[in-house]
């Protein structure tokens, strides 16, 4: 068991909400984990109304749309690796609209 003296140098160096759930918890009573999750996700629900709204919409729509963003990079970022690495090509043609149509009309040129 901890000394009073080490307790009080622990308690230091934390906030008071920190403090006063590691004194519940020591002391056996106060808040149970439940209460303390309610009161952790009413601060998040707090600080979520006070956003403005044009940030609270910027903020849904860049989640929204993260996952589309990353896959047209990894697609240029593909096309353009593939097309200079393996394809030992200039790099300035890749996003070239002919190269491609010159592509396409190989693969489905009739025969």
Do not use: N
Not at 35 to 62: C, F, M, N, Y
């Amino acid at each position: 068991m901890e000394t009073k003296k080490e307790t009080v140098t622990i308690l230091e160096g934390l906030t008071s909400p920190e403090r006063a759930t590691l004194q519940g918890i020591a002391g056996g009573g106060g808040q149970s984990r439940e209460e303390i999750a309610d009161q952790e996700t009413g601060r998040k629900s707090e600080a979520r109304a006070r956003r403005h709204p044009a940030l609270r919409v910027l903020l849904w729509i860049l989640r929204k749309s993260i996952v589309p963003i990353l896959c047209v990079g990894c697609l240029l970022g593909g096309l353009y690796i593939g097309f200079t690495v393996v394809g030992k090509a200039p790099g300035d043609e890749v996003f070239q609209w002919e190269t491609w149509k010159h592509m396409y009309d190989l693969v489905f040129q009739d025969k």
